[in-house]
Nanobody, 125 residues
Framework: QVQLVESGGGLVQPGGSLRLSCAASGFTLDDYNIGWFRQAPGKEREGVSCIRSRDDITVYTDSVKGRFTISKDNAKNTVYLQMNNLKPEDTAVYFC??????????????????WGQGTQVTVSS
């Protein structure tokens, strides 16, 4: 069955970096778009970035452009989110998710049918 497992979260100081990993099983990255979402306490789940299945086109929400980079390794069936220059407002639980179709459709989390369990990212001094 489709399974997504995130790792790489942790505590980091402002300005620091983390790399999140999303290991996929039960399907190949050629068939599914992979998105990263985050949810801070008391806030709605927010789409952060996405990489499309067939053409590797990437999408970012404005608040992370220039700081976050999404990539994938098809041989490892894994998607990464490199996060640089982290800010306290990046603190959240980060989830990866998968969806079929041509588009990333990050605007709504309900566009994604498969989810990982999440990994906590805390940015604090």
């Amino acid at each position: 069955q489709v399974q997504l497992v995130e790792s790489g979260g942790g505590l980091v100081q402002p300005g620091g970096s983390l790399r999140l990993s999303c290991a996929a099983s039960g399907f190949t990255l050629d068939d599914y778009n992979i998105g990263w979402f985050r949810q801070a306490p008391g806030k709605e789940r927010e789409g952060v970035s996405c990489i499309r299945s067939r053409d590797d086109i990437t999408v970012y929400t404005d608040s992370v452009k220039g700081r976050f980079t999404i990539s994938k390794d098809n041989a490892k069936n894994t998607v990464y989110l490199q996060m640089n220059n982290l800010k306290p407002e990046d603190t959240a639980v980060y989830f990866c998710a998968a969806r079929l179709g041509r588009l990333c459709a990050l605007a709504r989390s309900t566009n994604y049918g498969y989810w990982g369990q999440g990994t906590q990212v805390t940015v604090s001094s």
